[in-house]
C-alpha cells in the first residue's frame, strides 16, 4: 500500500488537469480524445470507489438467487472470481429456460436490473436521471 498521494487522488489530478486545463487549449478530434480520456479516468475513479461494495451486494444477490452458503470470499480478487462463476452459473440456468418460469424468473429479473444500475454507476451515472 502506497501512501499519498492515492490511486484514486492521482486519477482525480490527471482528470482534473485534462479537464480544466488541456480540454479548453484544444479543438476537433484532438479536444475530443481528451475529453474522452478524461471520462476514461471518471469511469475508474469510480470503479475503483465502488468496486468492492458492488461486488460484494452483487455476490450477496447471486448467492441467494442461486442457493448459495457461506460467507464471500474475503480478498477482492477471490471475490471478484467468485461474481464471475456465480453468474456463469446463473447464465447457464437461464439459457437452460428456468428464468422463463415463476418465481425464479421474477427474482433474476431483479437482480439483473440491479446488476444493470451498479454499472451505470460506474459507467455513465447520468443515464440513471437523477
Known sequence: MQDRPT????LAAVREF????VVPELEGVKRFH???????LAIVEREIAGE????LAEWG???????????????LEALRDAVRGLTETLVGRIRKGEAD??????????H?????REKLRVANPR????
Open 112 to 116: 439483473v436490473r440491479e446488476a444493470v
Open 61 to 75: 444477490r447471486l448467492a441467494r438467487l442461486l442457493g448459495v452458503a457461506g460467507a464471500p470470499p474475503a480478498r
Open 101 to 110: 418460469r415463476e418465481p425464479f424468473g421474477r427474482v433474476v429479473r431483479e
Open 7 to 10: 490511486a484514486r487522488e492521482l
Open 34 to 40: 481528451a475529453r474522452v480520456a478524461a471520462n476514461v
Open 127 to 130: 443515464y440513471l436521471g437523477g
Open 18 to 21: 485534462l479537464e480544466a486545463d
Open 52 to 55: 468492492e461494495q458492488s461486488l
